[in-house]
């Protein structure tokens, strides 16, 4: 799968899963949008709640887990409190014992993302902390989910 373009927000229909945040009245910051802290938290929840909704990953027991080794964040709208958003997730890369992500958070309904982002996970052995690679189990709930 490519890789997208920072500079273009992607519509909706690029991403298979969707999760849904109600923004808070201290998200906003100073200038009246929700502050960029907040896109990162998007991300590593919304991909989180699918690991564990659609994975059964259980992230205190499990023998592997799956560590964050890069993200980044282009905004290409603002958003703000009482906004509800959508954070959409895709696979753009499955290594073998790493998973690229694309995401977009979305102002509920809206058709282009406001914010895009990447996010990598690195697959590891939880006693070791060092990379081990997807099995065939993870690699059928990847396609079943995002179609990777």
């Excluded at 905004?75 to 959508?86: L, M, T």
């Amino acid at each position: 799968m490519s890789e997208s373009n920072a500079a273009t927000p992607r519509e909706r229909s690029a991403y298979p899963r969707f999760t849904e945040y109600r923004t808070r009245w201290m998200d906003n910051d100073q200038f009246g949008h929700l502050n960029n802290v907040l896109y990162y938290s998007f991300f590593d929840s919304a991909v989180n709640a699918t690991l564990i909704e659609e994975f059964a990953f259980d992230p205190s027991a499990d023998p592997t887990v799956f560590y964050v080794v890069q993200t980044g964040c282009s905004f290409h709208a603002g958003v703000s409190y009482p906004a509800i958003v959508e954070v959409g997730v895709r696979v753009a890369r499955l290594g073998s014992s790493s998973v690229s992500y694309e995401i977009g958070v979305f102002e509920q309904g809206a058709e282009l993302a406001a914010a895009t982002g990447h996010f990598v996970h690195v697959h590891v052995d939880r006693a070791t902390e060092r990379p081990v690679p997807l099995d065939d189990a993870k690699r059928v709930a990847f396609a079943r989910v995002y179609g990777a």
